[in-house]
């Protein structure tokens, strides 16, 4: 742990050197995130509801996901140019350092310009819990908690798993995104919108929905009983099955010798 | 004639580059499939909700979410050359300009080609299985002959704008030698206004009118309106319109941009 704050402030300072360029970033960051948010607008300026969810519901719930999108972004983003540190021989340096691989290759990259969409998710999920009429007592808080929490392991473990891909194909899976970015651009609307198939592919394959969508009926007090406060915690055990895959990937690793 | 063969042959060398990539192509058409449909089934839900506040028909909704899924590659803002951006940065363009090429005309037929190969290899799949879908999911055939004759070469111009606005990118970069922050904030600008979050039609009816007249729709949401019908009889026409257009004032405006900032380059060390 005390490695990975040391990794966190050297990419801190070294950040800060480009100031310009990574307030740049950041900005650019929030615009593709105020666009995403437009779409949502626009949507119920015309619409009003979908599925039996408002304007400020769909907004609470968007800025969850965001939320917890980033802050796994921030954390992980390591994995996501992983592929290149296969392609390159870098993770052959990993191997041989009597420190964690997973560790170490977080450490790698740590995403501060991501700080910019983190504002707009806040923005948008303290604006929504004001206005929504969310009666917030303290299991609805704790819920919430959760709810970040979960997400934030379950993006992790995505992009672990997506970094175990590289072992066994040693490039990036584009596929891979429908499940990264893909969850979180459509994880905007509450799962349900999309019918139920969907919805029942997001709690037996990925279990998504249970930090999104049922935690979020409880949450805005559509029916979900007390168990649903609970259902992130389950979710997160998804982090095992990615890690098991990982190891696997490492265990069968050959180099690619450049 | 000769002037245009060195064009011609940069073309087809950069797309048979592209044409190696098939297993990203193949990945990348489950990608689209699949986000393609999710859009399909949350217009669905909104649809459910209130018919009647719908501005396009829900056939040709589906048909623009395919179709833009389909062509994504052509119309895409992130579709750029890294190379060139690395070129500039390094130093190594100076190379290229000792080409007896026009650096604009070059830089130009290069994305062209990038996004051209990256389509053929993708667009297929996806038509072939967004035509067999169940009803009220699939991809139809347009309405009329005459509004698919009209969305081929507005299909191509497109590409053009496209590919125009982003050799703007390329030689702003000249000025500010890091791309990342312009390259993104062009991206983000013109992904929302080119109707790629959602379509312009969903759009507040005062703000769809001034995008209607930016290059933006010119690129990604001209020709898929006119397949689907949307935009049809004299609507379609100035819009095709426009889209040339954009696509001369862009052109101009980049060579300008470039002759300015080749004249001021200065190369950093040997």
Known sequence: MKLYFKYFSIHLKSVMQYKVSFLLTVFSQLMLTVTSFLGIHFMFARFHTVEGFTYNEVLFCCGVVLLSFCLAECIARGFDTFASMIGNGEF??????????????????????????MLMGIVMFVYAANRGGIPWDVPRVITLLFMILGGTTIFCGLFLLYAGFCFFTLEGLEFMNIFTDGMYQHGRYPLSVYGKRVLQFCTYIIPFSLVQYYPLMYVLGKGGGTYCIFLPLLAMLFLIPCWIFWRVGVRKYTSTGS | MQKIKKYISFFRLRFTMGLQYRAAAAAGVATQFAWGALHILAFHAFYRTDPSAFPMTIEATVN???????????????????????????????????????????????NLSLRFSRVVLR????????????????????????????????????????????????????????????????????????????????????????????????????????????????????????????????????????????????????
């Open chain 1, 92 to 117: 052959d340096r990993i191997l041989v350092r009597p420190r964690n691989e997973i560790l170490q290759v977080l450490g790698t990259r740590i995403e501060f310009t991501r700080v910019g969409r």
């Open chain 2, 64 to 110: 623009y979410i395919w179709l833009q899924q389909a062509f994504l590659a052509i119309f895409a803002p992130w579709i750029t050359d890294n190379d060139i951006f690395e070129a500039i940065r390094s130093g190594s363009v100076s190379y290229e300009l000792c080409r007896p090429v026009s650096l604009y005309t070059m830089w130009f037929t290069r």
């Open chain 2, 123 to 270: 667009c297929f799949p996806i038509l072939l299985v967004a035509l067999f879908l169940p009803d009220g999911y699939r991809l139809t055939l347009p309405q009329d002959l005459h509004s698919f004759l009209l969305f081929l070469p507005s299909l191509f111009l497109g590409a053009f704008v496209a590919a125009s606005l982003l050799v703007i990118v390329y030689a702003a970069t000249f000025f500010t030698l890091a791309p990342q922050g312009l390259r993104a904030v062009v991206t983000a600008a013109s992904e929302f206004l080119s109707g790629f979050v959602i379509p312009l039609p969903f759009f507040p009816d005062s703000l769809r009118r001034i995008c209607e007249a930016l290059p933006f729709a010119a690129i990604g949401s001209t020709p898929l309106r006119i397949y689907s019908g949307d935009l049809a009889g004299q609507a379609a026409y100035t819009a095709f319109g426009l889209q040339i257009f954009w696509l001369i004032a862009l052109v101009l405006c980049g060579q300008l941009l470039m002759r300015r900032a080749l004249r001021n380059v200065t190369l950093q060390g040997g």
